[in-house]
């Protein structure tokens, strides 16, 4: 099977799925039909389809044949020749644009990328939804994508969107319920955690060390400590326990940011962001 794939508004993230499903190894036999022959990408200016041109001229060549169009005020013909769309405009546009290719839509699968539209309201387009939350670490292969189906979406199509979207990093799927809680862990992630690198930085600056020098302690102390985590599979106060020597340093730089609120800091920090993603989807 060859299919077209259509992103719809191919910005920051249509931009890290199109290189991520583009520059994808070579697939196995057994997913080879789940690669698009063509992506459409659809902008509203051109300068920003010109964006997307360079963008892909940069690239090599796809190791799946995958061709790319990108074109601009062009939604209704580029829905109309695909399968799959890929939804990625920004929420506060993406019903002016489905609205824009209803007809066209209907019966195709959407794969939405919107904060906040639920399963119900893309529904409202067509029955075959996966509403995913990824984030921008994607952009260069670090992403985290959570999946959530409507009920419609075959096991085929979900298999699909898998392969897909895994490209991004890496990808699970969880029931639409805990949407909201991916929106603040997963997509407003990166930023919760730059705050813990720039503090870090800072620590460092603070107390002498250059700033060069400084970053690159803090990057590889957060890269080197989450692959720990991953490797081990051991739970983080296990591994925390293993760094506290007794009446040591690290136990006493714990205690103090214990004091200072940091874990309910962040939890409760997470949970505002949830909130407020799930209100969007009210709005
Ligand atoms: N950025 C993040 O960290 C992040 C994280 C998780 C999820 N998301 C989700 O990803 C989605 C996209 O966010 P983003 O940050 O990638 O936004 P973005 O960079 O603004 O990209 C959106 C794109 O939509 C295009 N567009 C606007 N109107 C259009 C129209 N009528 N027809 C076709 N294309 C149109 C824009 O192109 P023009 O320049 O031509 O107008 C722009 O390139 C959002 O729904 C967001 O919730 C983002």
């Avoid at 041109?53 to 209704?76: H, M, P, R, W, Y």
């Avoid at 290719?101 to 959407?110: F, N």
């Amino acid at each position: 099977m060859t299919y077209t794939l259509t992103i719809l508004g191919c910005g920051v993230m249509g931009q890290a799925i199109l290189s991520a499903i583009y520059n994808a190894p070579a697939a196995d036999a057994d997913v080879k039909h789940f690669y698009p022959s063509k992506i459409i990408t659809c902008n509203h200016n051109k300068a920003a389809a010109d964006q997307v041109t360079q963008l892909v001229s940069g690239f090599g060549k796809s190791a799946n044949g995958i061709e790319v169009e990108s074109t601009f005020d062009q939604n209704k013909p580029a829905v109309e020749e695909a399968d799959v769309i890929v939804l990625a405009t920004k929420p506060f546009l993406a019903k002016q644009v489905l609205d824009g290719v209803a007809a066209e839509i209907k019966g195709k699968l959407i794969i939405s990328l919107a904060a906040g539209w639920t399963i119900g309201q893309l529904q409202g387009y067509t029955d075959f939804v996966s509403r995913v939350m990824t984030n921008t670490p994607a952009k260069f292969g670090y992403g985290m994508a959570v999946i959530a189906h409507s009920p419609e979406v075959s096991d085929e199509k979900k298999a699909l969107v898998g392969e897909l979207i895994g490209h991004v990093g890496k990808c699970i799927e969880l029931p639409e319920k805990n949407m909201d809680a991916a929106t603040a862990l997963v997509g407003s992630g990166p930023a919760f955690v730059l705050l813990m690198l720039e503090s870090l930085m800072e620590s460092g600056i603070k107390m002498g060390i250059p700033l060069k020098e400084s970053r690159e302690c803090a990057i590889k102390v957060l890269e080197g400590t989450a692959k720990m985590v991953e490797i081990t599979g051991e739970h983080p106060s296990v591994l925390k326990h293993q760094v506290c020597t007794p009446g040591g340093t690290t136990i006493a730089g714990l205690c103090v940011m214990e004091d200072k609120g940091v874990r309910s800091g962040i939890i409760k920090g997470v949970e505002e962001a949830a909130e407020v993603a799930a209100r969007l989807g009210k709005k």
